[in-house]
């Protein structure tokens, strides 16, 4: 499956922005999708995963509450939704496919390029 992540940009802080993953060449709801992020000089860090059917979710305590992921099969697309932005959120944010639950990056064989967030203080 061949990933595509969009909408990052510069927001400051408090403000909110959504990312996008959008799926093409096998349909997304064959995948446990996941959004992970890496912020300059570290390493790449989970952020949340959703799965098939989007009935389950789980996330990294530190954006628990404040993202939310969640997925549209019919549109093959994932999204992630980010709320009081912080500046420590300032990252790329990639989005990947699995075959199972997991948090470790290794364990996602798909990758999209990644979209730059930008939190200002």
């Known amino acids: 499956v061949q990933l595509q992540a969009s909408g990052g940009g510069l927001v400051q802080a408090g403000g909110s922005l959504r990312l996008s993953c959008a799926a093409s060449?096998?349909?997304?709801?064959?995948?446990?999708m996941g959004w992970f992020r890496q912020a300059p000089g570290k390493e790449r860090e989970f952020v949340a995963h959703i799965s098939r059917s989007g009935g389950s979710t789980y996330y990294a305590d530190s954006v628990k509450g404040r993202f939310t992921i969640f997925r549209d099969n019919a549109k093959n697309t994932v999204y992630l939704q980010m709320n009081s932005l912080k500046p420590e959120d300032t990252a790329v944010y990639y989005c990947?496919?699995?075959?199972?639950?997991?948090?470790?990056?290794?364990?996602?064989?798909?990758w999209g390029q990644g979209t730059l967030v930008t939190v200002s203080s």
């Open positions: 060449g096998r349909t997304v709801s064959s995948y446990v």
């Open positions: 990947a496919a699995s075959g199972g639950f997991s948090i470790d990056a290794a364990h996602f064989g798909s």
